[in-house]
């Protein structure tokens, strides 16, 4: 109640002292103006799916005749549905009638094809609409309103009416933009500017808009577009401002961007405060209070204007655009954005301290450089100083900024135009001066209760916004509101000390804190059916707009963004967590994310990174971006498991072996070797390695020295770091599902595939060793096998544990270790191959080999019987 009644009041007493900025307006008639254009073209039913509000506009009319500064307006809606007749039915034209008139030509309505007149003055309703008021500005906007009576399905409202007079700050300047296309189709479109011959206007055209089409009038030219049937323009939800859908089209007489610099320049110059004024009286008491330091002088000004100059602008007729003198705005102690400037430049000049306006536009930081040179591309204004050759910019209308001087907070505003003679747009900086850390600390306890306490710390930007916040909103407000979001994901959460907050201003950081008692924090997990504490950071998900997959234009980011979050589970008596890693980073073009799990002694740590580059999603990176953030939940929140003791699930079991993992390991390594030895161990080897046929070298030597050490290395690494180190500790057993949204069958597959894989790989480099130093003709291709085994299973253990955990740096670790894997079997592969060592090495076959081979040559090749020789003796007497 004391707020409407303090506005109530406000907008008495000020309407009341400024009746001078302008008469009552009244109402007039005639007939519409004979320099329109007539249309040549035929209405085209839109597709009534595509309609709204139960009603559509067959026809729109927009012409402008700048000889006479008039604009004609002409609309023709036939309502389709019976709800059309409120929205239709309410006639509703602002304007200004401290230069502006309105004349009504007609209004009447069409119904089964008879003609309704209902143009009648005495039934409109003149009042000050201030259409800004919501912006603390008061812009001296009337609306002649009508609730027209008698409103039928299938009706159709005419009416067309004009308002002459341009705003007279402009000068003899005339700009103005149209859009083509609304989000609903339009009959037919009809767009006219008649402009004299002596009058240069520039036309340009945007998102596709035709070019005007020209039509020869003797002392002036029609610019005009006559469309039949405009197409309805999509809207998707977190579009940047400046990226537009809708066809526009934009027509300029200021020749280039220093024509609209030297136009700011000479409607708010910096003017000299008047000598012995109230205001150059302050000014001497701060620059003596700063001990005539042009830096300290230049940060009292700011503070003074930022904070003691309240926001709110009178901005009637010319005054839109040209500020009050700075005496006026000091002794009234408000102004808008160009009277706050206007008064600090002048603060600043009396001291010898250069400034300047500088125009900017806060919604569209992209795409300036693309419009026609006009006033309208600009909204805001601020100043610029240079202090020893240093300049920077400032905001006088955001308040409550701390800090030093030269770090104090800029936003982004793209390309800006300094009001001064020949000077063109410029670039600014896109600086990330802001950043909130959030630190959550849940203290377990045995009975499954918890205390938490929360530490929000605010620099730079974010400092400036949350310090305005606390200083506009009740301190009991807040603190519920804080007590709400918590008690939103722990349902019996209750306060347990007042929130309290510290400023420090000189700084410029700010410290709020929260504790919280937690009853039942753990739930049973429903697939689980364990305790788990389910932990999340909501608090970054909101700074994420949610997208479809259909989505074709950018993505608006905030900006500037840095946020952290920090989330730490304690161990009850300092018991200490079992240890955990877990990493992921993305950085993109537009933003970044990262989470990391660590633990250090009791502590369970979750750590998030959010941030933004740049104000948006570039159109070619939005898939790249709803792929990063399909699964929020995934993302954003995790479940920590415990166990019936309350602690996390493993910090009992550490340093605990795992008895039956152990005798695992040795009944697997004891069947293996049962199996080899008995079936592939007597067997030859195969033709998938050619070797010599007589053994060559009776030793190992060469590089089968180095493989050797390689294989042994393997076996023993894999053992300590793979079996004692990990699958043979309790802890890892007892927490399989300590992940959250990792399904715990999947899960234990993993682990189980890991566990049979390091088995297979430490008995197989075992028996790789046995077999090369008995130089056994089945070593390589045994090896071979090895190689293959080993690079399978490091692929399929990337592969499942990127799809279950979902985490790049899961994946960038296991892409390592798969090329690792790739080089370490495509080396020795080829070296087996065709090593001249290898293949006159391993030519000793298994003795059941070798008996086979003597029985098979015994019988290929049987004894013959040895033939007896005859014995000769000489005989003398034969020979004679």
């Known amino acids: 109640m004391k707020l409407y009644t303090f506005w109530y009041l406000f907008l008495f007493c000020f309407l009341s002292q400024n ?17 329109l254009r007539v249309s040549e073209k035929q209405i085209e039913p839109p597709n009534l799916e595509d309609i709204n509000d139960g009603y559509y506009y067959e026809r729109v009319e927009y012409q402008v005749n700048l000889a006479n500064q008039t604009r004609f307006y002409r609309t023709v809606k036939t309502i389709i549905e019976n709800a059309g007749t409120e929205n239709a039915g309410q006639i509703n034209i602002f304007f200004e009638p401290q230069y502006q008139t309105l004349t009504l030509h007609e209004l009447y309505i069409v119904r089964e094809g008879k003609q309704m007149d209902r143009l009648d003055l005495g039934k409109f309703k003149l009042m000050a609409s201030e259409t800004e008021l919501s912006r603390s ?6 609306s002649a309103y009508l609730l027209l009576e008698d409103l039928r399905k299938d009706d159709k409202i ?5 308002l002459t007079g341009f705003n007279p700050v402009f000068g003899d300047k005339f700009f103005d933009t149209y859009f083509l296309q609304s989000y609903e189709p339009i009959g037919a479109l009809h767009v006219n500017y008649i402009v004299p011959k002596d009058r240069k206007l520039r036309f340009k055209s945007f998102v596709g808009a035709p ?10 030219t029609s610019y005009y577009w006559d469309i039949a049937g405009t197409e309805k323009a ?18 300029s007489e200021f020749k280039g961007w220093m024509d609209v610099a030297k136009w700011a320049a000479e409607v708010n110059p910096i003017p000299e ?52 003198t700075p005496e006026n705005v000091f002794r009234q102690r408000y102004g808008d954005c160009k009277d706050k400037c206007v008064l600090m430049g002048a603060m600043l000049k009396s001291k010898d301290i250069e400034s300047t306006l500088v125009l900017v536009n806060s919604y569209e930081e992209y795409g300036l450089n693309e419009y026609l040179p006009s006033p309208s591309a600009f909204n805001h204004v601020v100043v610029y100083v240079s202090i020893d050759g240093r300049g920077q910019y400032i905001d006088p209308t955001i308040p409550n900024q701390g800090g030093n ?3 104090r907070y800029f936003p982004f505003y793209g390309k800006v135009l300094w009001a001064k003679k020949g000077e063109k747009l410029r670039d600014t900086e896109q600086i990330v001066a802001g950043n909130t850390r959030v630190e959550e600390r849940f203290y377990l306890q045995k009975d499954g209760n918890a205390q938490l306490d929360v530490s929000t710390i605010y620099t730079g930007a974010d400092a400036d916004n949350i310090r305005g916040y606390f200083k506009q909103n009740a301190k009991n407000q807040i603190e519920k509101s804080y007590v709400q979001y918590y008690q939103g994901l722990y349902k019996q959460l209750t306060k347990r000390s007042a929130l309290t907050f510290e400023d420090d201003l000189l700084n410029n950081i700010f410290y709020v804190k929260e504790q919280y008692d937690i009853k039942s924090l753990s739930e049973t997990d429903a697939i689980s059916n364990r305790r788990a504490v389910s932990l999340y950071s909501t608090n970054l998900t909101n700074y994420l707009p949610d997208v479809t997959d259909m989505r074709v234009g950018p993505i608006a980011l905030q900006y500037p963004l840095s946020l952290e979050h920090d989330i730490y589970v304690i161990n009850p008596d300092g018991v200490a967590v079992p240890p955990l890693r877990e990493s992921s980073f993305l950085n993109r073009d537009s933003y970044y994310f990262g989470k990391t799990i660590t633990t250090q002694q009791d502590t369970l740590k979750i750590a998030y990174r959010l941030g933004a580059h740049d104000t948006y999603v570039k159109v070619a990176d939005v898939n790249q971006y709803i792929a990063d953030f399909a699964d929020k939940h995934e993302l954003f929140s995790l479940a920590v498991y415990l166990d019936n003791d309350g602690f996390v699930v493993g910090s009992t079991t550490q340093g605990k072996n795992n008895f039956w993992a152990m005798a695992t390991f040795v009944g697997l390594l004891t069947l293996f070797t049962f199996l080899v030895m008995k079936f592939y161990n007597p067997q030859g080897a195969t033709s998938l390695i050619p070797m010599y046929d007589e053994v060559q070298y009776d030793r190992i030597g060469g590089w089968l020295i180095v493989l050797l050490l390689s294989l042994t290395a393997t076996m023993f ?35 189980i595939l890991e566990f049979v894989g390091n088995t297979g790989i430490i008995f197989l480099s075992g028996y790789c060793v046995y077999l090369m130093l008995k130089r056994r003709d089945i070593f390589p291709q045994t090896l071979f096998f090895l190689l293959m085994f080993q690079l399978v299973f490091v692929v399929l253990d990337t592969i499942l544990a990127a799809i279950i955990f979902k985490q790049s740096s899961n994946v960038y670790e296991g892409m390592s270790e798969v090329f690792r894997a790739i080089i370490f079997a495509l080396i020795w592969s080829l070296y087996i191959f065709n090593s001249t060592r290898v293949k006159g090495t391993f030519r000793v076959a298994s003795k059941t080999q070798a008996a086979e081979e003597t029985i098979y040559a015994e019988i290929s090749s049987p004894v013959l019987p040895e033939i007896p020789t005859a014995t000769y003796k000489e005989d003398n007497n034969n020979e004679s």
């Open 273 to 324: 405060l008047k000598h012995g004024s109230e205001l150059q009286q302050f000014v001497e008491k701060l620059w003596k209070g700063a001990d005539a330091d042009p830096m300290e002088y230049l940060k009292m000004v700011a503070d003074f204007v930022q904070n003691e100059i309240r926001y709110m602008g009178v901005e009637v007729g010319e005054y839109s655009h040209r500020a009050n």
């Open 717 to 751: 690494r894999t053992f300590f770091e793979g079996m004692i180190q990990l699958f043979f500790k309790e802890d890892v057993w007892s927490a399989l599902q300590y992940n959250i949204g990792v399904p715990p069958f999947l899960y234990v597959m993993l682990i």
């Open 19 to 35: 009746m001078s900025y302008a008469a009552e307006p009244k109402l007039t008639t005639a007939k519409s103006p004979g320099w």
């Open 234 to 251: 999509d809207y998707e939800f977190y579009t940047p401002l400046w990226h537009s859908t809708r066809q526009r089209i934009e027509c």
């Open 158 to 162: 005419v009416m067309s009416y004009s």
């Open 211 to 220: 070019q005007a089409n020209q039509q020869n009038l003797g002392n002036s």
């Open 405 to 407: 001087i030269r770090d």
């Open 137 to 142: 500005i008061y812009n001296g906007t009337y």
